[in-house]
T-cell receptor, first 112, second 113 residues
Framework: EDQVTQSPEALRLQEGESSSLNCSYT??????LFWYRQDPGKGPEFLFT???AGEEKEKERLKATLTKKESFLHITAPKPEDSATYLC?????????????FGSGTRLSIRP | KAGVTQTPRYLIKTRGQQVTLSCSPI?????VSWYQQTPGQGLQFLFE???????NKGNFPGRFSGRQFSNSRSEMNVSTLELGDSALYLC????????????FGAGTRLSVL
């Protein structure tokens, strides 16, 4: 069964303290892996899409990487405004009617 | 360019009632997906519509249904509401069916009393 697991569930960092969030997945064939950011009371906001192992994408203080079994979201020198829940989602490429499966998210809190 | 619009933003219903939620996708987007988000279960896929046809469905009971109109706008209906249906219902639109970025609306917060 397709599965997406994110760790840790919650992470508290000091401003400027770099870290990484993990997303491990089990799908029959990966069509794409997505990272989203969700602020309280809002819908998820798209960050990155990764399609193949070895691919990397960067945006400001965020960098997403992908291997055959997991993805990492690296946060470099975070600021308080980076506090949010970060969601990982995978799209199974095993059939024509592929679904997108979300992980439960990592709640990131950055202290000033 | 306007984003995904969901109405209403908040809704309070009682058990046994039915509810209809609306979603207007980004102009030009043809695919609309619906998700249920709860603290315990996270984001769970309900269904996806493309060109007025349901193309994909999650593991939800038949009380949950939807439709898409010719202008790509979509509605979701929940009949015979249960307390456990209380959740944030999110709509997402994308250009095409698969492999495309989904853009989410702010959601409709449904409370069932």
């Amino acid at each position: 069964e397709d599965q997406v697991t994110q760790s840790p569930e919650a992470l508290r960092l000091q401003e400027g303290e770099s870290s990484s969030l993990n997303c491990s997945y089990t799908v029959s064939g990966l069509r794409g892996l997505f990272w989203y950011r969700q602020d309280p009371g809002k819908g998820p906001e798209f960050l990155f899409t990764l399609y193949s192992a070895g691919e990397e994408k960067e945006k400001e203080r965020l960098k997403a990487t992908l291997t055959k079994k997991e993805s990492f979201l690296h946060i470099t020198a975070p600021k308080p405004e980076d506090s949010a829940t970060y969601l990982c989602a995978v799209q199974d490429g095993g059939s024509s009617a592929s679904k997108i499966i979300f992980g439960s998210g990592t709640r990131l809190s950055i202290r000033p | 360019k306007a984003g995904v619009t969901q109405t209403p933003r908040y809704l309070i219903k009682t058990r046994g009632q039915q509810v209809t939620l609306s979603c207007s996708p980004i102009s030009g987007h043809r695919s609309v997906s619906w998700y249920q988000q709860t603290p315990g279960q996270g984001l769970q896929f309900l269904f996806e519509y493309f060109s007025e046809t349901q193309r994909n469905k999650g593991n939800f009971p038949g009380r949950f249904s939807g439709r898409q109109f010719s202008n790509s706008r979509s509605e979701m209906n929940v009949s015979t509401l249960e307390l456990g249906d209380s959740a944030l219902y999110l709509c997402a639109s994308s250009l095409d069916l698969v492999g495309n970025i989904q853009y989410f609306g702010a959601g409709t917060r449904l409370s069932v009393l």
